[in-house]
Structure formats: C-alpha cells, structure tokens
C-alpha cells in the first residue's frame, strides 16, 4: 500500500540505503501482531474453563471476547492517530507494556467484574500496538517488492495466530489454569518491548496532529450501549438463580434504553464527523461504493465468525464432552483451511478480479455455517463439523483477500492509512456486535426449548439442558448464516471493481493482516 503521511508535502523521504536490521525489525513486529491476533482467539477455548470458576452467567459471558474486541475496534482508528503523531515506535512500546500490565491482571481476576475490565484494558493496548506496528513496517520498508514480502510474512503470521490460539488455549488450559491464557503474554510481551527498542527506528507524521476527542467519545460510547443493549436482553429474569433460563428479552426496559441511547449517539458520532476539521473517520473513505462495501462486508462476517469460534467451543466442550486441548484442535480444519486457501486466492485475484472470488466465497462460508445446525448431542464430527469448517475456510479466504484489496480502491494519499485501519475496526466491532447479538439470540432460544418442553423436576431439567443448548447453537448459527448472506448482497450489489482497478503495492496484506 501507500506509505503513510510523514510530512506536510505528502512524500515519505526514502534512506539512500535500506535499513540493514528490516527484516529483524519484522519478526519484533509480526511478533506483536501475532499475540494481538492469537489472544482473541485464545480465550475462547478457555471461556468455559473460566465460566465455571469466575460464576458467569450464560448472558455475561460474552464480555470476555467482546470486552477486548469492542475496546480494540472502537479505539483502532484513535491508536493509529496516537501512533503517527506521538510517535510509532513509541506507542508500540508504550502499547507492549501496557498489554502485558493488563493481562497480569486479567490472569489474576478473582471476580468477573476484574475480568471483563482487563479484556477491554488489553484491547485498548491492542488497538495502540497494531496500528503502530502496520505504520512501522511500511516505513521500514521502502522499496515495493520488499514491502510485499514484508507484509506477506507478517499476513500470514497474524493468519496463523487463530490456530496458535486455539491450540495453545487448549494446552495452557488442561494442562496449567485457564488463568494462563492470559498470563502467557506477560513474559512475550516484555520480551518483544526489550528487542523493539535496539532494533525498531523510530517515526512520526508531521501536519495536522490534532486528535478528534469528541468523534472518538461518541463512537466509543455509542457502539458499548449497543452491545450492552443486546447484552441485558440475553439476562436471566431470576439473576439469583444461576441455572434459570428466562430471559428479560427485546421489550425489556433496559434493553430498549441502551438500544436507543446507541442509536443516538452513533447518529451523533456521523453528524460530528462531517463537521469536524480533523475527522477521526473522514466520510470519504466510506461512502466511496466500493470501499464502503468492502467494510460492510468485513462488519458482516466478523459478526458471523466470531460468534461460530464461541458457539462451536461450548458445543465441543460443554455438550460433546472434548477436553480443552481437543477443543482447541477441532477448529485446526478452518484456520489451517483459510491459511492455505488466501494463497490460491491472492494469485487468482489479479487474473479474475474481486467480486468473481468474493462472492462464491461467501455462498461456500453461507452454506458451511447452515450445515451447522445439524448438529446434534451424538453427530459425529467428521460428518457434520468437518465439512462445515472446511467449507467456511475456503469461502472467507475468498473474502478476506479481495476485500482487503477493495477496501483500497481509489483511497488518496492522505487516507490510506486510515482505510487500511478501517479493515480491522469493522471486522472487531462485527465481531463484537455479532457475539453479544448472537449470544442473546442463542439464550431466547434456549428459553424457549423449555417452555416447549417444561420439565417436570430439577433433574429432568438437567437432562434436557444439552439438548436445550444444541437447539439455542442452530438457531444463532442459523442467524450467522443470515449475517452472512447479508455479506453475500453487500458484494454483489456493491463492488463492482475490476481487476485493474486493485492497488498494487501491499495493501492487501496490510489489511488483512488484523
């Protein structure tokens, strides 16, 4: 991709030689990246572990995936500015400390409250290292072929965090505490912190440094009362009763306040941002057809994906009876799948364009997570999951490429940074909106099994819990299935890019690599 703003007259001064320490500097950076990647995986294997030792209730349970994720999409945008003005260095290290800090803390929570408040400490952390650590491979790296293969390295090693994750949650899961899931990226991150310093060259942008304080306030809150809002309609209506199963639902009091105060404010925020002389968010970079496609699409299936890795992980866990660490393996299909397949994808794109490999893409993701809800107490996982997982794989591998790619059509120099930030912001707030939806939908439909089947005692509730859970899982993997044909007429109608209108440099890589 383009390099960023470095300067008021809109050219990055390139060194007479490269840095001979680059590709060190790389593996410092991609290291990073890695652990932001793998810890929003991490936990989910742990998530059941945690739930049961902390007392989450059902509903509450999603804050510890969405905490980090909402506080990590909300704040990207602002990480990047903070980044480019204070310098990226800087606030990679300041970004590394602080996310090992928070993950002490969420390692020693003895409540969920602590918990929930360290997951959004480490996605604010996040969400100042990632930006900074794009920012400062693209300035270390100078010479376009050179930048590919940099943002190459560093896609695929943010790609295969998921797995990393899951597998090592599985691990340090069975075999320590579920607490050192999160402990884990203490030692790492102030290991990295300690070789970024010698090696890693400082850089800032000059211009305009002012941040956007209000635009930043309004989305943060706007998008927390949204999820927040979902969150209250999942509650149990007997709150001292952890086995209940009512639920407050969408008519609830609460749950219509914080919807509407949502609303509100993220109107606020879209109204502040055309005004403001120093937009968080410029509305350029999303009403253009093709890039504002590209980031509805990224919205849609994080919604989508995101909640499958949680409902996927109690179905292996709580109703199949897999250990932690087989847990962790049974999702090795999809991420080895869509590691494989976005490379087969990133030679066809320039030979077939995008929207020829998005869209197939997402009827392959769309009929992978409708298999999903045949899945029963005594399904075989070879049969039933297997094959959705590969089929998820291959369709959002012809997603996540192209999109990447689109997401940069047309973007001036001044906002290619911010477009590529905007990549990730979509798919972690998606995720974030996704789970805490899916998760109240998930928890209606629960409720809903037993009023359709009332159990005549406290033990025959027990016996009917699991089959209650398998017909709560099909209903929200249906509704991801519905997220994501959603996606599938967002790129149809949409992106309409040919294949010579793609960016040429690495942006691809850049985007996708979060």
């Given at each position: ?58 509903a ?54 602590l ?5 959004a ?22 010479e ?28 340090l899961?069975?075999?320590t ?13 102030l ?26 306030v ?5 998008l ?29 009091p ?24 120093n937009?968080?968010?410029?509305l ?56 494989l397949t976005?490379?087969?994808?990133s ?51 012809g ?28 798919q ?6 996704g ?6 939908l998930f ?7 037993f ?30 299935a519905?997220l994501?044909?959603?996606?599938l007429?967002?790129?149809?109608v ?21």
């Amino acid at each position: 991709m383009r390099e960023p703003l470095d300067n008021t007259s809109g050219s990055v001064p390139e060194p007479t030689q490269p840095d001979p320490r680059r590709w060190w500097a790389l593996t410092v950076l991609a290291a990073a990246q890695l652990m932001i990647v793998l810890d929003a995986s991490i936990v989910n294997i742990a998530l059941p572990s945690a739930q049961e030792d902390l007392g989450i209730s059902n509903a509450d349970r999603q804050w510890v995936v969405t905490a980090y994720t909402l506080a990590f999409g909300a704040l990207l945008l602002l990480g990047g500015r903070i980044a480019d003005y204070t310098g990226r260095k800087r606030t990679f290290v300041i970004g590394l400390l602080g996310f090992a800090g928070a993950s002490a803390i969420g390692g020693l929570a003895p409540n969920q409250e602590l918990l929930f408040a360290a997951r959004a400490l480490q996605g604010a952390f996040a969400a100042l290292m990632a930006p900074a650590a794009l920012s400062l491979v693209t300035v270390t790296f100078t010479e376009s072929k050179e930048r590919a293969r940099a943002f190459g390295v560093f896609g695929a090693l943010a790609g295969g965090g998921a797995a990393i994750g899951l597998i090592a949650g599985g691990v340090l899961t069975e075999y320590t505490s579920w607490r050192w899931c999160l402990g884990v990226n203490v030692p790492v991150a102030l290991i990295v912190a300690a070789a970024a310093v010698p090696i890693v060259h400082e850089s800032k942008a000059g211009g305009d440094t002012r941040y956007d304080v209000p635009g930043v306030v309004l989305a943060t809150l706007g998008l927390f009362c949204l999820v927040y809002g979902f969150t209250e309609a999942a509650k149990s209506k007997s709150p001292e009763d952890p086995n209940s199963t009512a639920v407050q639902g969408w008519g609830d009091p609460a749950t219509v306040t914080f919807l509407a105060v949502a609303v509100v404010l993220l109107v606020a925020f879209v109204l502040w941002e055309r005004r403001a002389r120093n937009p968080m968010l410029p509305l350029r970079i999303v009403l253009h057809r093709n890039r504002g496609g590209s980031y509805l699409v990224f919205l849609l299936v994080g919604a989508g994906l995101f909640a499958m890795f949680l409902f996927l992980t109690y179905y292996f866990q709580t109703n199949l009876g897999y250990s932690p660490l087989k847990a962790g393996f049974a999702f090795l299909p999809f991420s080895v799948g869509i590691i494989l397949t976005a490379g087969l994808v990133s030679q066809l794109l320039p030979r077939l364009g995008p929207k020829k490999l998005m869209v197939p893409g997402l009827v392959f993701a769309v009929v992978g997570m409708l298999l999903l809800t045949r899945i029963g107490q005594e399904t075989s996982f070879w049969t039933h999951v297997f094959p959705a997982e590969v089929l998820l794989s291959v369709g959002l591998a012809g997603v996540f490429v192209p999109a990447s790619s689109t997401a940069l059509i047309g973007v001036g120099y001044h906002d290619a940074g911010v477009a590529s930030a905007l990549l990730n912001t979509s798919q972690q707030i998606g995720g974030s909106l996704g789970t805490a939806l899916l998760n109240t939908l998930f928890a209606g439909a629960v409720t809903a099994y037993f009023v359709d089947h009332p159990p005549r005692s406290a033990e025959e509730a027990q016996q009917l819990l699991p089959f209650a859970f398998i017909h709560g899982y099909h209903v929200a993997f249906f509704w991801g299935a519905v997220l994501l044909a959603a996606a599938l007429v967002v790129a149809a109608v949409f992106i309409n890019a040919k294949k010579d209108d793609l960016p040429t440099d690495a942006a691809g890589g850049e985007a996708s690599s979060g």
